[in-house]
């Protein structure tokens, strides 16, 4: 393996699983050249004139988008530890002899243990995406055929965007959908809130799979899914358990020295003069900074100060701030607890994202 000396004084490969990787060169250093990914151009004469794209089952799904061994399948992550959809994918993967996928999730989770075998069989050579639990266990002690990429929000879907990972197949668990393929998280018994991380999914990959437990008559409104980059559309007795979309970082801490961080940051933001009408803020989930936010929230009522948005993965703490009137808006990048889902669904100024919207450096602004 070569190495080079990144811009940080590291030493690192220039190619990871035989791809190239341009090495760190400094802040603003990079300027990429070229031109975005593009999917092949597709015709409404190889799809159902009445739009109804539904087949039986989720094995008939992918012999139609042609699932052959050593392609890429993604997954999102927004049912989090309740996903049961991921581990069916890859049972049925195995079930048709197919080996050396590279699994492209946005997330994996403790539900996820269940693909440790496939990766020892070779169903999976390897992840690109964030590994926790037993699997980050797994691949961490070094046990996986490939290399593990992790990748940041926006750098996951960058990669996609700028085709450094070319998606054969995504496969998209949607909480609502109907047969046109047309899909929102945000309503149905599975239901999550946000399904952003899939969007780059539905717009560059070759064929797009939405799977629902929740099929309704069209259209499904609203979409955070165009059925319009659908390929297939299959139903399921469940994706998951939504109960389970809430896990430990979405706790407030109870650590004294935790809280005290937070509430000495909340009085930095008081006392630099940042919390002021119309300022923004960022607050996703992790106990301390769920503190902060509770700390931040008091003395924003404390001196009559609205911010114009707010920025979560929303959570209830967030969703207090938005209906006490404290902010004009939640721009959700993603939906933490059950209490950001409903406020998804019920009002108009909780505003579903993806991570295009904040978090891709190869943007027209961020």
Known sequence: MKLVKNAAGRMVPTKINNEKLIPFKGVDKHRPIGHKAKPPIRTCIDYPSDGNKLVKNLKEALKKAGLKNGMTISTHHHLRNGDVLTNLLFDTVKSMGIKNIRWFPSASFPCHEHLIKYLQDGTIHHIEGSMNG??????????????????????????????????????????????????????????????????????????????????????????????????????????????????????????????????????????????????????GAGGTNLAFVLFLKEKMKAKGIKSRFMRGGSTKYLVEILEEGLTDYILDGQTFDLEGVRSMRENPNHVNTSPFTSYNFHGKGN
């Open 134 to 283: 037993p699997l980050g266990k797994f691949t961490s002690e070094g046990n996986m055929k490939g290399i593990g990429v992790l990748r940041s929000h926006g750098g996951r879907y960058q990669a996609v965007q700028d085709g450094e990972v070319h998606i054969d197949i995504a496969v998209i668990a949607a909480p609502t959908a109907d047969t046109f393929g047309n899909a929102t998280g945000d309503r149905g018994k599975s239901a999550c809130g946000l399904i952003g991380f899939a969007l780059a999914d539905s717009e560059y990959a070759d064929k797009v799979i939405v799977v629902t437990d929740n099929l309704v008559p069209f259209p499904c409104v609203p979409w955070q899914i165009q059925g319009n980059n659908v390929d297939y559309v299959v139903e399921v007795e469940s994706l998951g358990d939504p109960n389970k979309i809430v896990s430990g970082t979405t706790e407030v801490t109870k650590s004294p020295d935790r809280l005290l961080i937070a509430e000495y940051v909340a009085d930095f933001i008081e006392a630099a003069g940042i919390m002021k009408d119309g300022f923004s803020l960022q607050a």
